[in-house]
């Protein structure tokens, strides 16, 4: 039996998951959980074999909880299932040592199937996705990309330097590289294209 927990935070969509996976005769649904934050704890207590998670959600994002249970050595397979049709989200949850990345227009069939996959040590990734992903690379740099994030969230050059520990200077340069990387003209623009690529 392969235990599986579901972290997704529209409670529709999650207890029609654990609909779904309960009626397959080799999964078990042992934890369905609202926020990335109790995804984490209920893993560390209740190990399971496979964490179905999406990307966005309070307190902890999917790719953030894959990070800290891979940090953590934490045998749990994750697999991110997701509205996000980016291939830049794809490259951040594979860096992130997801094991899988399907989208939730995919059938319920995929999924167990990918739950299985993942669990016998396999990857599971929608393909058309993962053909684009490795076609245009992310060109941004882990500080250009945290700087621009936080410009995209509204703070201040002064704000973001006191932020990362920088100085005002290396903030405007990695904000100015990554406009030119981006080929727009500011940082708001900037920011709209890498979130849409999914860089972000």
Same mark, same amino acid.
């Given at each position: 039996?392969?235990?599986?927990?579901?972290?997704?935070?529209?409670?529709?969509?999650?207890? $029609?998951?654990?609909?779904?996976? &309960?009626?397959?005769?080799?999964?078990?649904?042992?934890?369905?959980?609202?926020?990335?934050?109790?995804?984490?704890?209920?893993?560390?207590?209740?190990?399971?074999?496979?964490?179905?998670?999406?990307?966005?959600?309070?307190?902890?994002? &999917?790719?953030?909880?894959?990070?800290?249970?891979?940090?953590?050595?934490?045998?749990?397979?994750?697999?991110?299932?997701?509205?996000?049709?980016?291939?830049?989200?794809?490259?951040?949850?594979?860096?992130?040592?997801?094991?899988?990345?399907?989208?939730?227009?995919?059938?319920?069939?995929?999924?167990?199937?990918?739950?299985?996959?993942?669990? $016998?040590? &396999?990857? $599971?990734?929608?393909? $058309?996705?993962?053909?684009?992903?490795?076609?245009?690379?992310?060109?941004?740099?882990?500080?250009?990309?945290?700087?621009?994030?936080?410009?995209?969230? &509204?703070?201040?050059?002064?704000?973001?330097?006191?932020?990362?520990?920088?100085?005002?200077?290396?903030?405007?340069?990695?904000?100015?590289?990554?406009?030119?990387?981006?080929?727009?003209?500011?940082?708001?623009?900037?920011?709209?294209?890498?979130?849409?690529?999914?860089?972000?």
């Amino acid at each position: 039996m392969i235990r599986v927990l579901i972290a997704e935070d529209q409670a529709m969509v999650r207890g $029609a998951l654990g609909a779904l996976l &309960g009626i397959e005769g080799d999964l078990q649904v042992i934890a369905q959980v609202a926020d990335g934050r109790a995804a984490l704890e209920e893993t560390l207590s209740k190990r399971p074999d496979v964490v179905v998670t999406d990307i966005e959600m309070p307190l902890m994002t &999917g790719l953030d909880l894959a990070v800290e249970l891979q940090r953590r050595r934490s045998p749990a397979r994750v697999i991110i299932l997701t509205t996000f049709a980016r291939p830049g989200f794809l490259r951040r949850a594979l860096d992130a040592h997801a094991a899988g990345y399907l989208l939730k227009d995919a059938p319920a069939s995929q999924l167990a199937e990918a739950i299985r996959r993942v669990h $016998a040590g &396999g990857r $599971a990734v929608d393909p $058309a996705l993962a053909t684009e992903a490795w076609t245009e690379s992310d060109p941004l740099t882990d500080r250009e990309r945290q700087a621009l994030r936080l410009a995209d969230e &509204g703070a201040s050059t002064q704000s973001i330097a006191e932020l990362l520990n920088l100085s005002e200077g290396t903030v405007r340069n990695y904000l100015s590289e990554a406009i030119s990387k981006l080929g727009v003209k500011t940082r708001v623009e900037a920011a709209r294209l890498a979130r849409a690529k999914g860089w972000l």
